[in-house]
């Protein structure tokens, strides 16, 4: 009896709908770099194969190319996958390098499909960030504390070494030893110092050296250095709408950016869109709303302080008749005079009476009263703040919605670093990552056999048979016998 690929593969197996899914792509319309074949030289692999061999393993816990490379030549459903061909980790790294754009519009093109199948309809959208580690040394992170006390710290160790040491041994041997270090201690402060002016060059407040791009961020309750990914997901079936990779510290600046990529996939349709308290940023809120867009979306508490004693700017109510703020004791905040800050418009308004309510010391410490600034258009603001409210019930459902989708990538696939070095590169891996996720979740909604089904579909008729013959040969290559 001789058994061949296929009759390990079940026919359930999720293996057979990345085949299908590959096989019903044109990659060449995608971006992707396509070899013809008519030039001398080795004949290159099939890029459909490669892509086949990144998607089975992005969904299986697999990114280094070597481990790529290895698993090729044992593991049975990808043998059956990619015909059994054995590419080498150069070229499983290479296929990655020279495609990242491809890479980008295959997740783009993925989304789409989603939406014809019916499974993202962009009625509501939640967006969130994590952080998640660049691949970088933590010693090769600088910025002006690092440096600072690093040099100190050297100083002290020439010094140490010249006045204990040098000056008190007659010993030539150790003395030519302590000089080795002193001059290498004076090489790092050299090195330092060229690092400390290349940052007041070039304005920037911190570098990392392997990977320019990254930057240290708060992560776990710690500092590690990182890059800031972004994720627009769909409510209606947790799937991921779009994504971005960013090196801010923060969310703040982020949220325009990521409603506008929901925009871009759901246009001519009205988009609710729900953030934590991170995103909050004036500018960002104004720049977005719009007839069909909304935005739910909580402001940042204020100062402990003044919203425990109730003079929390939220307290102060502004009455657009009179153009006058309310205090919470009933006093009127006058306009002073109009500014201007970060380039945004503003009016400041200003108390008269603090030394008539009594309360001045729980209000401010400012010696002429309390002062209120308001932005132009932040009646915009009043109104998602007071939409928010009144929708409580839909912007609960934000946690539930998307941080799962961290959770799953960090814990489940084990994604907490990494590889590659550069915003580009990285942007592509996280394109990897997240149509391993959509992938996944795509065969636990719609099943392996029906996925086949619509995916061979969308071959071209007269090219089916060529394809199904095609497979077969590659498929059904003999690998044990009894």
């Not at 660049?134 to 006045?163: D, G, Q, R, T």
């Not at 990779?245 to 409603?259: A, I, K, T």
């Not at 550069?422 to 719609?446: D, H, M, P, Q, W």
């Not at 619509?454 to 016998?481: D, V």
Request: glycine share 6%; proline share 1%.
């Amino acid at each position: 009896m001789t058994n061949t690929l296929e009759d390990f593969v079940d026919e359930n197996n999720p293996v057979r709908v990345i085949d299908a899914y590959v096989d019903s792509l044109n990659l060449e319309e995608l971006g992707f770099v396509v070899y013809s074949g008519s030039k001398a030289g080795q004949k290159p692999y099939r890029r459909q194969d490669l892509l086949k061999l990144y998607i089975y393993c992005y969904l299986n816990k697999i990114r280094s190319s070597r481990l790529m490379e290895t698993e090729a030549t044992r593991n049975i459903e990808l043998m059956w996958l990619i015909g059994k061909i054995k590419p080498d980790h150069g070229t499983i790294s290479s296929f990655m390098k020279i495609n990242k754009k491809a890479i980008k519009q295959l997740f783009k093109d993925f989304t789409l499909m989603l939406k014809g199948f019916g499974l993202i309809d962009g009625t509501l959208v939640a967006i969130d960030g994590t952080k998640i580690k660049a691949n970088s040394a933590k010693n090769k992170h600088y910025n002006e504390n690092i440096i600072k006390e690093k040099l100190e710290y050297y100083e002290a160790k020439i010094e140490e070494y010249i006045n204990d040491i040098l000056n008190t041994t007659d010993d030539e041997n150790m003395k030519q030893k302590i000089n080795d270090k002193v001059e290498c201690y004076q090489e790092r402060i050299k090195k330092l110092n060229i690092i400390k002016e290349e940052l007041k060059e070039q304005g920037k407040k911190q570098i990392c050296l392997t990977d320019s791009d990254a930057k240290s961020m708060k992560n776990n309750g710690k500092f590690e250095v990182c890059f800031n990914v972004q994720a627009v997901v769909d409510n209606k079936n947790k799937l991921i709408v779009d994504f971005d990779v960013v090196n801010d510290v923060n969310d703040q600046g982020q949220l325009s950016n990521m409603v506008k990529k929901a925009n871009e996939v759901f246009e001519d349709q009205n988009v609710t869109a729900i953030a934590d308290t991170g995103y909050f940023n004036m500018s960002e809120i104004i720049e977005v709303v719009d007839e069909q867009t909304e935005i739910l979306l909580k402001p940042q508490k204020g100062k402990q302080q003044k919203v425990k004693t109730g003079f929390d700017k939220s307290n102060f109510k502004y009455d657009q008749t009179s153009d006058v703020f309310i205090c919470p004791m009933g006093y009127c905040l006058n306009f002073k005079w109009n500014g201007k800050q970060n380039g945004k418009d503003f009016k400041r308004y200003t108390c008269v009476n603090y030394n008539e309510c009594g309360k001045k010391e729980l209000c401010t410490s400012a010696k002429g009263g309390r002062s209120i600034i308001r932005f132009k258009d932040e009646e915009i603001i009043d109104q998602v703040t007071e939409n928010t409210i009144k929708k409580d019930h839909i912007y609960k459902k934000r946690g539930s919605i998307i941080e799962h989708l961290f959770g799953t990538i960090k814990r489940h696939f084990g994604y907490t670093y990494f590889l590659t070095r550069g915003l580009e590169s990285v942007n592509t891996e996280v394109s990897l990552i997240c149509l391993a996720y959509n992938f996944k979740r795509l065969i636990n909604i719609i099943g392996v056999k029906e996925l086949k089904r619509k995916f061979r579909g969308g071959i071209a008729p007269f090219l089916r048979p060529f394809c199904e013959i095609h497979c077969f040969y590659l498929k059904s290559t003999e690998i044990f016998s009894n």
